[in-house]
């Protein structure tokens, strides 16, 4: 097994982490959402390519970048999910790839090919990985930034590496903190001289190239301002309003500690600056957590490719004794086989869904637009209001009913109520206009998910008004907790 490893080319690397990807992602291509944030990115890719620019009739406070991603599939594609999620899952095995390549640097091949495939897998599994999140189209220029600065420093390798890590920061802004963090070692290690002046010119070239990409269309329109504020202030709101600083210390104790070991075990004379250069990134990540003061399962996609290389090299200074290493190859095997468990249970899913309602798509965003569209016809259900499962917006053929509810859980974050245009001045006022005045024909909850609940006052005008004007149309899954209210004033079909 370690000889054929050592044997492979890069090619075959390659295409071992494409199907590799994809086999162990392909059976979550027919979920309707895995996580809310991906259902939002897709709406406002749609958005774009019906001609509106993010943050202009529809908002959500995630980078430009983003939406142009999820914007180009669906330009190219069509309203494909499968084609969303296999975009998905190439840009997973291409940050394995580079991972696999930056792990060159400090580790040897073998090591450095198990980096990259526990690349796919952490990227892929556990939580919400199986989407596609802003943090995955972060972690590919990121991981491919580092690797242009582990090579010569070149003039064109130090542009082309600061407009990587521009592209990563347009996908993810919190990524500025690390990556000055990566930019300030990289000009100090040259010294306070004209060398590390000009490493710093290049690196900052690059990045403003690659923000002043992501802002053009901004600029020509004259629409800048938008930016700061959707983008810059509604953030700073946002992190300021859901801190939770003492619940980031343990992964900043965990990084802290492999850091350590790696100084011990890892660390030699011939990969010392890639050495501090990696410590640079994770030590950036720390900080940009506790500033953040949040962490969220797909946070961690951001760092996982740099973490495992420290606990891949870690586990390889390990004096494993003789018999270990001869079992070793099948322990890996079947620990990979058995490790993916979510998408096997996920393909039995699918089946259910082949088998209940003559379709591979499957969850409760299909489910509840399906039914409506088969009782109601393709117009009436354009304007519902969907509070939960609102990727079901897009399969309706529709958008939501105003521009912050382009994901539901912004009507109850207050602090981000003066960043957005064109809206009411509060959640109460928000949730009113759309239920007297844009007078949704139906609405969509999971009640044990319930955005408004955690408003009081917003939750209780919403109880009153479903039971003034709306009645309970069609309740799904097991529990019911997924159900659809009618309109009174319209007909029962």
């Given at each position: 097994?370690?000889s054929r ?38 709406l ?14 529809y ?35 291409l940050?394995?790839?580079y ?28 939580g ?10 972060a ?12 090579k010569k ?5 130090l ?9 990563a ?17 990289v ?38 301002a938008l ?32 850091c350590?070991?790696?100084y ?14 990696l ?14 003061g949040?962490?969220?399962?797909h946070?961690?996609?951001q ?19 003789k018999?270990?290493?001869k ?19 996920e ?28 009782h ?19 399969i ?16 109850v ?8 245009e ?5 959640p ?32 209780d ?6 039971e003034?004007?709306?009645t309970?149309?069609k ?6 907790s997924?159900k ?10």
């Amino acid at each position: 097994m370690w000889s054929r490893i050592s044997k492979l080319s890069p090619l075959q690397i390659l295409l071992i982490f494409v199907v590799v990807a994809f086999l162990i992602r392909f059976p979550f291509f027919f979920r309707d959402y895995v996580d809310h944030d991906e259902s939002t990115f897709i709406l406002m890719g749609q958005a774009l390519v019906d001609g509106y620019l993010p943050y202009t009739k529809y908002w959500d406070l995630k980078p430009p970048m983003v939406f142009y991603f999820f914007a180009g599939i669906i330009a190219v594609f069509g309203k494909s999910m499968i084609a969303i999620r296999a975009a998905g899952s190439l840009v997973v095995a291409l940050t394995a790839f580079y991972s696999y390549k930056l792990s060159r640097a400090y580790l040897d091949k073998i090591a450095s090919f198990f980096v990259g495939l526990l690349t796919i897998y952490l990227l892929s599994l556990f939580g919400a990985m199986q989407g596609v999140m802003s943090e995955h189209l972060a972690a590919l220029p990121l991981v491919l930034g580092m690797l242009y600065l582990t090579k010569k420093h070149t003039t064109k390798n130090l542009i082309l590496a600061g407009f990587l890590f521009g592209l990563a920061i347009n996908f993810r802004l919190n990524l500025a903190y690390a990556i000055f963090f990566v930019n300030a070692f990289v000009c100090l290690h040259a010294g306070l001289n004209k060398a590390g002046i000009k490493k710093g010119i290049f690196l900052s070239i690059g990045s403003i190239l690659a923000v002043i990409l992501s802002l053009l269309p901004y600029i020509l329109t004259d629409q800048l301002a938008l930016i700061k504020t959707s983008v810059i202030d509604a953030s700073i709101a946002y992190s300021a309003a859901s801190k939770q600083t003492l619940k980031t210390l343990p992964l900043i104790l965990a990084v802290a500690l492999l850091c350590g070991l790696a100084y011990k075990f890892i660390r030699s004379k011939e990969n010392r600056f890639n050495f501090y250069l990696l410590l640079s990134m994770l030590f950036g990540q720390a900080i940009m957590f506790l500033i953040s003061g949040k962490v969220n399962g797909h946070y961690l996609i951001q760092v996982f490719p740099f973490l495992l290389i420290i606990f891949v090299g870690l586990i390889s200074k390990i004096p494993f004794p003789k018999k270990f290493n001869k079992i070793a190859p099948k322990l890996i095997i079947a620990l990979f086989i058995l490790l993916p468990m979510e998408s096997y249970l996920e393909i039995a899913t699918v089946v259910d869904s082949k088998k209940k309602y003559d379709r591979l798509y499957n969850g409760e965003g299909y489910n509840t637009a399906h039914y409506l569209m088969e009782h109601y016809g393709t117009e009436l259900p354009k304007n519902s209001f969907y509070l939960n499962e609102h990727i079901g917006y897009w399969i309706l053929n529709t958008m939501s009913p105003t521009a912050i509810t382009m994901h539901p859980s912004n009507l109850v974050r207050e602090t981000t109520f003066e960043h957005v245009e064109n809206i009411q001045s509060d959640p109460l006022s928000e949730l009113k206009y759309i239920l007297e005045v844009k007078k949704p024909n139906f609405i969509i909850v999971d009640e044990d998910r319930n955005q408004l609940r955690g408003d009081s006052i917003v939750f209780d005008y919403y109880k009153n008004s479903l039971e003034k004007y709306f009645t309970l149309e069609k309740e799904f899954t097991p529990d019911k907790s997924v159900k659809i209210y009618k309109r009174k004033s319209i007909a029962v079909q």
